[in-house]
């Protein structure tokens, strides 16, 4: 199109009154008024601003079209050629140097109907433009980040329609078109009530929440309130799957847990093991502790004991060496007299630890024979009337009326456990007295023979009591009361450790109660069985009645005076014509000499022992008249296998020593008569335990005094004759009766020094003295006895002095004893 002709410049300006101006002024669009020419009649501000200038003032009088470029300019001129052609308002947009311009185009005309002016408005939509195109850029950049999210996002509005969802959550959970949050979601929640989307709609707040759907697949979700484009109100869920996480988490936890669980475990173990350790180690310092008390108990028992046995050792060595070295007699026989004495004691020690040792060895076989457990008792509290009645205690037995008469089991050992108790409670009780009580343990008594029975025992005292922290050592074997006790009151200190060692033996157990300064009680049960009290008389009415042929001899070798003359006395007493020696040479001789129809064999015998003449004598070639004549061992050896050694040498049986009258009769009847034997244990046993008994305590109260042995020893007595008080009381009778006149003839026979005879009356005086129990004036006796072998006219006149008044005592007690209580 060609450019229309350039007018001339206007030579007049628009006229306008002020409201017209302050119209145009006012516009925010830029307003001008042109001539058909294009130059500038009126301008407000906006459009000198739209051409770069700085006030309308400036653009009037100026040509649009010089101040377009180029092409602006002409496409503007044919837009302004059509207005006014058409003479009508025209709208169009333009793009002018990057700004989007929308002109709207006024003709003006003048009253004839032609255009002279044309009012332009131009709005710039520039800055507008480019805000919308932001603003979707920004929304495209959004949906590509939303879209793009390795998590869910959607836009949940409040009717539970969700709008948007991004490609992860259709993939995952589908399309949501159409469906509500829940069923989009495939949500496992029952109900929708205290949903947190729903919250933070309402409370216009943030939420954040663990949620799991119904395929167990965990979302964080992070829901924020907002205006969508449109105004209206939405939540904009974000959600990442944390599953994975949550289980890596949980894995994380079991195996931390699991850890810890190993660590926990581990440590208990540790303080376990620590535990056992710290408790081996404890164990370990006790052990050791126990092991060097035990060690150190036992140095202490062996430097006690070596002290017992060397002080009168050393006495016995002393006295010895100075008997060979003085010439006076009665000085030599003084210190003989000590001698005894010194060896006695010797005796006792020796005795008490050789038993302790047999017991704690097991080489005791126990005994299961009937009988009479209130001989027993009564027995066992003999031995001690005098020591108490000494020291003005009281002694009292009680038996339980239902404790039946005849009693199966071993009356040695129980009788032993007994006369230890009583003899401590006796020696550590200086007021009050002692009490045995023996009972049936609660449960009652049949008294069928053979059934079973429980018996308790109690020795109680009302003595010096026992410390607490003594009362478990004194019955240890080598942990005794302490040193001075031992020392004051004397004794091995093995008294206890035997009798617990013997009730032990027997089933029980022996326990003490004890307060110190008020007494003492020592108490045990043991089981036995009820015996046949028939069976009981019987064998006491056989011990007593047997009675051997008349005109039987008897050989007795023994080197012992004492057994040699208490057997002879029994052999005599049931009428036997016995022969005694003193050796197994003379033994031999005497079988070669003359017949025996019973040879009676000490074992342990000076020049020859026992088993050496037994073998000799069955040697056909030895000389001796009947080499099949039976021999009786004599014995104190009772151990298991004894018995078979005496056989294999060729003895018969054997009576163990002391000897017990109603073993010793039954035995000796038993031999000649070719009747079978006793049962090797009830003789062996009896004679232990009696011996056990004797010895045990024998001498134990008067080494204290200063004396060899105690004055009366009625225990040992009775149990040699077999607990036959009326025996004893025979015997007591004998004694009263016989003793003055022998002791006056012995009186006569030493003035007029006929020796043979005063040897014969001290020896009867010294054997029935023993058999009665009077111990010292039986070992004074036999001073006397050995002076008279002596011929040694002053000594013996001494020593019958000292035995006068022995026998005096003696003859006082036994009298004593003999009157009714
Ligand atoms: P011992 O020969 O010393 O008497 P035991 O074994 O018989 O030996 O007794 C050990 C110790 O027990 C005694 O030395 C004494 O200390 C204490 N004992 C035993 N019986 C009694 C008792 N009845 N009263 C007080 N102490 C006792």
Redesign the pocket.
């Given at each position: 199109m060609a450019l229309p002709p350039r007018p001339a410049r206007p030579t007049s300006y628009v006229s306008m009154d002020e409201t017209s101006r302050a119209l145009l002024e006012s516009s925010m669009e830029s307003s001008l008024v042109i001539d058909v020419s294009g130059y500038v009649l009126a301008a407000n501000l906006m459009a000198a601003k739209l051409f770069g200038m700085e006030t309308p003032g400036e653009l009037e009088q100026a040509n649009i079209y010089d101040l377009l470029p180029r092409d602006s300019a002409d496409s503007r001129r044919a837009r302004i050629s059509e207005a006014i052609e058409a003479v009508r308002s025209l709208r169009f947009e333009e793009e002018v140097s990057g700004r989007s311009l929308v002109h709207s185009i006024v003709p003006v005309t003048n009253p004839w109907g032609e255009v002279t002016r044309l009012a332009i408005n131009t709005l710039d939509l520039t800055e507008l433009h480019r805000t919308d195109e932001d603003l979707r850029r920004e929304q495209q950049r959004q949906i590509f980040f939303m879209e793009s999210l390795p998590g869910i996002v959607y836009h949940l509005y409040p009717d539970q329609s969700i709008r948007y969802a991004n490609r992860y959550f259709r993939k995952y959970f589908g399309s949501p078109k159409g469906k509500k949050c829940a069923e989009a979601l495939n949500c496992a929640n029952s109900s929708c009530e205290g949903c947190p989307p729903m919250e933070s709609m309402e409370s216009d707040r943030t939420q954040e929440w663990d949620w799991t759907d119904a395929r167990g697949r965990t979302f964080h979700l992070q829901c924020s309130p907002m205006t969508d484009s449109a105004g209206e109100r939405m939540i904009m869920v974000l959600g990442i799957d944390i599953t994975d996480r949550k289980r890596a988490e949980d894995a994380l936890k079991i195996a931390h847990d699991k850890s810890e669980d190993k660590v926990r475990r581990r440590t208990r173990e540790l303080e376990r093991a620590n535990a056992e350790l710290t408790s081996k180690s404890t164990r370990l310092v006790a052990a050791m502790k126990k092991a060097d008390a035990a060690t150190r108990a036992k140095s202490a028992f062996l430097a006690n004991m070596s002290h017992e046995i060397r002080t009168p050792l050393n006495a016995v060595l002393g006295m010895a060496e100075l008997a060979l070295r003085v010439e006076d007699p009665s000085r030599k026989n003084e210190c003989l007299g000590r001698v005894l004495e010194a060896g006695t004691s010797l005796l006792t020690v020796i005795n008490d630890i050789l038993d302790f040792s047999k017991i704690e060895a097991r080489k005791l076989p126990l005994e299961r024979i009937d009988f009479d457990i209130r001989e027993v008792l009564r027995t066992a509290l003999d031995m001690h009337r005098l020591h108490a009645a000494d020291k003005g205690l009281t002694l009292v037995a009680e038996v339980g009326d239902d404790v039946p008469l005849a009693i199966v089991g071993d009356p040695g050992r129980l009788r032993q456990v007994l006369v230890?108790?009583v003899?401590?409670?006796v020696?550590?009780?200086e007021a009050g007295g002692v009490t045995v009580r023996i009972g049936v343990a609660p449960g009652g008594v049949d008294t069928a023979p053979g059934s079973p029975l429980t018996l308790e025992f109690a020795v109680a005292?009302t003595?010096?009591?026992?410390p607490k922290k003594?009362r478990r050592a004194?019955f240890k074997s080598f942990l005794?009361?302490?040193d001075s006790?031992?020392r004051k009151?004397?004794?091995?200190?093995?008294?206890?450790?035997i009798?617990k060692l013997l009730v032990e033996l027997m089933g029980g157990t022996l326990e003490v109660e004890?307060e110190e300064g008020r007494?003492?009680t020592?108490f045990f049960a043991i089981d036995f069985s009820v015996g046949d009290p028939e069976a009981l008389e019987q064998d006491r009415a056989e011990a007593a009645t047997a009675a051997p042929r008349p005109g039987l001899r008897v050989l007795l070798a023994d080197d012992n005076a004492l057994n040699r003359s208490l057997a002879m006395d029994l052999l005599a007493e049931k009428g036997y014509e016995a022969v005694a020696v003193e050796n197994g040479v003379q033994a031999l001789e005497a079988v070669r000499r003359e017949r025996f129809d019973l040879v009676l064999m000490d074992v342990q015998m000076p020049v020859m022992d026992g088993i050496t003449a037994t073998r000799a004598i069955r040697d056909p070639g030895s000389g001796a008249l009947d080499s099949e004549v039976p021999i009786v061992a004599l014995t104190a050896h009772a151990l298991k296998g004894d018995r078979e050694r005496f056989l294999a040498a060729g003895m018969n049986d054997y009576i163990a020593k002391p000897i017990r009258i109603d073993a010793f009769y039954a035995t000796v009847a038993g031999a000649v008569n070719g009747a079978q034997a006793p049962g090797a244990d009830s003789v062996a046993g009896a004679g232990v335990a009696a011996g056990v008994a004797a010895g045990g305590n024998d001498c134990?109260e008067d080494r204290q005094e200063g004396n060899g042995c105690p004055a009366f020893d009625r225990g040992t007595a009775l149990e040699m004759l077999g607990g036959n008080r009326a025996l004893l009381g025979r015997m007591d009778a004998i004694f009263l009766r016989d003793t003055p006149g022998e002791m006056e003839e012995l009186a006569v026979a030493l003035a007029d020094q006929r020796w043979d005879e005063a040897l014969r009356l001290a020896h009867s005086i010294k054997s029935s003295a023993r058999t009665v129990g009077a111990r010292r004036a039986g070992a004074q006796a036999e001073q006397v006895e050995f002076f008279c072998r002596q011929q040694d006219h002053t000594s013996a006149t001494r020593e019958y002095k000292a035995l006068e008044s022995e026998i005096r005592s003696a003859l006082e007690f036994l009298a004593r004893e003999a009157a009714p209580k």
């Open positions: 230890n108790l003899a401590n409670a020696k550590f009780t005292d003595g010096i009591g026992i003594k004194i005794q009361a302490d006790i031992t009151h004397g004794g091995t200190g093995l008294g206890l450790a009798c004890s007494g003492s020592f134990a």
